[in-house]
């Protein structure tokens, strides 16, 4: 449900948190009471960073308990 | 995955509507759906420095963990919504249902009972449309309609929105009618004492172990149209079973707001709880 918000919210939470600095990867923790689909959430994820500073940049679900549904890191780019 | 959900279609507007004066409020142009939006001001979750963000590098870049609630931005407004109504003294229910459940229906029957008694202030949410705020209204109590557009729910921010305009007075119960759908309003915190769930007769037994997430979320479940159990099979024992099967502790209510029947009962348990 609703996913499409809930990849937007997440990519708000990432671009503020990454202040600037190139993401590789964004891993949100799921629990199996959240109530979100995992594959319509994926989706999403690439249309609403499509062509934003975040294009391209990988989403990881990590499995978590009851309801949880948190942005829980942020792994950035190595720095050259 | 919810097709009808607009909530994150930047065209998308939400208004409120005061029945009494036809008054029309935009509460969002479309531009931010308030799902942590990266331009909203009124967030305090900006780390300024950088130093306090617990780190560590992995074999390829630096890590950094956050645990930021995705829907924290909607958790944050309910708490304050929350602490608003405690402060007041109000009580506020989040009745959630499928569409035609009855909600409207046992509002309007409610209000009638206990007009003398106690003072019902009641928050509409339809996607479009301020027919079921006009009737709230004729059946003798204050409503705000909130028009949520393409959006399947309501949201915290609209809540404070539509509290802050009714000013409900203190020892009063201020109902929130959600949009008529089981899945999306499980997820979003309104600051509500409780959320209560509307069932019917007609819809089958089997609706709590459909949507358990959302019987899962409630304190109470009202099975409505008690009138036409007869006339469609309804099966009170299985669909009490099916209830507590989810949620072991739900209080379950059955009654028919058109008949009157099981309506006391309501009434007595909705004024215990201002006890
Ligand atoms: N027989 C019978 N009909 C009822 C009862 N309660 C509601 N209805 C009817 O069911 C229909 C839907 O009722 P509403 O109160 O509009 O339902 P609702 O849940 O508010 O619907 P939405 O706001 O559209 O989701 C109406 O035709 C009501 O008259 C009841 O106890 N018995
Ligand atoms: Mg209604």
Same mark, same amino acid.
């Given at each position: 449900?609703?996913?499409?918000?809930?990849?937007?919210?997440?990519?708000?939470?990432?671009?503020?948190?990454?202040?600037?600095?190139?993401?590789?990867?964004?891993?949100?923790?799921?629990?199996?009471?959240?109530?979100?689909?995992?594959?319509?959430?994926?989706?999403?994820?690439?249309?609403?960073?499509?062509?934003?500073?975040?294009?391209?940049?990988?989403?990881?679900?990590?499995?978590?308990?009851?309801?949880?549904?948190?942005?829980?890191?942020?792994?950035?780019?190595?720095?050259? | 995955?919810?097709?009808?959900?607009?909530?994150?279609?930047?065209?998308?507007?939400?208004?409120?509507?005061?029945?009494?004066?036809?008054?029309?409020?935009?509460?969002?142009?479309?531009?931010?759906?308030?799902?942590?939006?990266?331009?909203?001001?009124?967030?305090?979750?900006?780390?300024?420095?950088?130093?306090?963000?617990?780190?560590?590098?992995?074999?390829?870049?630096?890590?950094?963990?956050?645990? *930021?609630?995705?829907?924290?931005?909607? @958790?944050? +407004? $309910? &708490?304050?919504? %929350?602490?608003?109504?405690?402060?007041? =003294?109000? #009580?506020?229910?989040?009745?959630?249902?499928?569409?035609?459940?009855?909600?409207?229906?046992?509002?309007?029957?409610?209000?009638?009972?206990?007009?003398?008694?106690?003072?019902?202030?009641?928050?509409?949410?339809?996607?479009?449309?301020?027919?079921?705020?006009?009737?709230?209204?004729?059946?003798?109590?204050?409503?705000?309609?909130?028009?949520?557009? *393409?959006?399947?729910?309501?949201?915290? @921010?609209? +809540? $404070? &929105?539509?509290? %802050?305009?009714?000013?409900?007075?203190? =020892?009063? #119960?201020?109902?929130?009618?959600?949009?008529?759908?089981?899945?999306?309003?499980?997820?979003?915190?309104?600051?509500?004492?409780?959320?209560?769930?509307?069932?019917?007769?007609?819809?089958?037994?089997?609706?709590?172990?459909?949507?358990?997430?959302?019987?899962?979320?409630?304190?109470?479940?009202?099975?409505?149209?008690?009138?036409?159990?007869?006339?469609?099979?309804?099966?009170?024992?299985?669909?009490?079973?099916?209830?507590?099967?989810?949620?072991?502790?739900?209080?379950?209510?059955?009654?028919?707001?058109?008949?009157?029947?099981?309506?006391?009962?309501?009434?007595?348990?909705?004024?215990?709880?201002?006890?």
């Amino acid at each position: 449900m609703h996913e499409l918000g809930l990849a937007r919210s997440i990519a708000g939470i990432a671009q503020e948190n990454a202040k600037g600095r190139p993401l590789k990867e964004v891993r949100v923790a799921i629990g199996p009471l959240a109530c979100v689909e995992r594959g319509a959430l994926e989706f999403c994820w690439g249309l609403v960073t499509e062509s934003t500073g975040i294009a391209g940049v990988g989403l990881r679900f990590l499995d978590a308990d009851g309801d949880t549904f948190v942005v829980r890191e942020l792994e950035f780019m190595e720095e050259a | 995955m919810c097709g009808t959900c607009g909530c994150a279609d930047p065209a998308n507007e939400v208004s409120m509507t005061n029945p009494e004066t036809g008054v029309k409020t935009l509460l969002k142009n479309g531009v931010d759906h308030g799902h942590g939006h990266k331009h909203d001001h009124d967030h305090d979750d900006h780390h300024h420095e950088g130093d306090d963000v617990p780190h560590m590098h992995g074999p390829g870049g630096e890590i950094i963990s956050l645990e *930021a609630a995705v829907l924290g931005k909607n @958790d944050k +407004i $309910a &708490a304050q919504n %929350r602490g608003w109504f405690q402060g007041r =003294g109000v #009580i506020a229910l989040n009745i959630v249902s499928s569409p035609g459940a009855g909600k409207t229906t046992l509002l309007e029957s409610t209000i009638r009972q206990m007009k003398d008694e106690v003072e019902i202030t009641v928050v509409e949410g339809d996607q479009m449309t301020a027919n079921d705020a006009e009737r709230i209204q004729q059946a003798g109590a204050r409503a705000l309609q909130i028009n949520t557009g *393409a959006g399947c729910h309501l949201e915290a @921010d609209m +809540i $404070a &929105a539509a509290a %802050r305009s009714l000013d409900p007075q203190p =020892g009063s #119960i201020m109902m929130i009618e959600n949009v008529g759908n089981l899945v999306c309003p499980a997820m979003f915190d309104l600051g509500e004492k409780m959320k209560i769930a509307v069932i019917s007769t007609t819809e089958g037994e089997d609706k709590p172990i459909k949507y358990p997430h959302m019987f899962r979320a409630v304190e109470w479940v009202v099975i409505n149209k008690m009138d036409l159990a007869p006339h469609v099979d309804f099966d009170e024992e299985t669909c009490r079973k099916n209830i507590l099967q989810v949620n072991p502790g739900a209080k379950i209510l059955c009654l028919s707001a058109r008949t009157g029947e099981g309506m006391d009962e309501w009434c007595a348990a909705l004024g215990a709880l201002q006890a």
